[in-house]
């Protein structure tokens, strides 16, 4: 404001110019002030910790025809995609000993990323995040499970490939399952944080939509472990090119990967190292949000202590 006055006593501006100017002060500094609405709009990518690095890369390559980049005996890179954008499987080996598959962190795309207020935004809200690169921030959610904030071009994909997946072409993560000690309260955390679209609440899980998959709170069996507790989401559920139910089931016999059908759009397996996961059409979230709600619908076998059952990789 003294800059103004200034130039109002020296004639570099009129009387008029002045107020007008005075006037839209406090618009723009509460505009500076206003809190950033974070907007998810795709999967970046997510961790996945596997007990044989080579071979579970090499299942997920030839079974859903993701594109491997940068392998290394510690870490490898598997893409995916459609029309909307690129997600990523980051691989990584498990220490020595450890038998069971896990993911254990999973990253948003953020629409219009500006690192400064971002971070800015992410402290307000006191989550304390963790700066990786000037293009992501890592942190917890309110259950304590790892997530992220990234922007698109985190990471970059090499240019796709033109080879013909050997079984099926995945194009999107369908849904991912988060198991929640109390899915209501952390659903309104993610729709606060995320502003992700809410479709569909069964009161027992929700349906919260980003791009073109489904991040879905639900509630963990009676006595069950959290995805925080557990160190590992529930599953990740993929999305095929040229879905066709007969087909399909076909496939995951002859690969002996456990199928259960859930719908007539999907199907409960296993993957290489019998961690849980689920093929199917792209249509089969909207299809489900056609049910009426029922708290008591499971969502798949679970252990005993109320979380998937992975078991033990086959070998």
Not at 134 to 142: I, P, Q, T
Not at 241 to 268: C, E, G, H, I, W
């Amino acid at each position: 404001m003294e800059k103004f006055t200034q130039d109002f006593k020296a004639g570099r501006i009129t009387r008029r110019q002045l107020l007008a100017l005075a006037a839209a002060l406090p618009v723009a500094a509460a505009k500076d002030e206003a809190p950033l609405q974070l907007k998810a709009t795709w999967v970046n990518h997510y961790v996945y910790v596997a007990p044989d690095l080579m071979k579970t890369s090499d299942w997920y390559h030839e079974v859903f025809g993701m594109q491997i980049d940068h392998r290394t005996a510690k870490e490898a890179h598997l893409w995916y995609s459609d029309a909307g954008g690129d997600t990523c499987m980051i691989m990584r080996q498990a220490p020595a000993g450890a038998t069971q598959a896990k993911i254990i962190n999973f990253a948003f795309t953020i629409d219009r990323w500006d690192k400064k207020a971002v971070e800015a935004e992410l402290k307000r809200r006191g989550l304390n995040p963790v700066s990786d690169t000037d293009k992501c921030f890592r942190f917890k959610d309110l259950e304590g499970f790892d997530i992220a904030v990234c922007a698109k071009n985190y990471m970059k994909r090499p240019t796709p490939s033109t080879e013909a997946p050997k079984v099926w072409k995945a194009i999107s993560a369908n849904h991912v399952v988060e198991n929640s000690a109390d899915y209501p309260k952390l659903r309104d955390w993610y729709k606060d944080l995320l502003d992700l679209r809410i479709s569909h609440d069964s009161g027992r899980d929700v349906y919260m939509w980003l791009g073109d998959s489904v991040w879905i709170p639900t509630a963990s069996r009676a006595g069950g472990k959290t995805s925080a507790e557990l160190g590992t989401l529930d599953h990740v559920a993929y999305s095929i090119a040229d879905y066709n139910n007969d087909a399909v089931k076909v496939q995951l016999d002859r690969l002996q990967m456990k199928p259960q059908q859930d719908t007539p759009l999907s199907f409960n397996c296993r993957d290489v190292n019998d961690f849980k996961t689920q093929v199917c059409d792209k249509q089969l979230v909207i299809e489900a949000e056609k049910r009426p709600p029922n708290p008591g619908r499971g969502r798949g076998k679970s252990g005993p202590d109320g979380a998937p059952d992975q078991g033990k990789g086959r070998r």
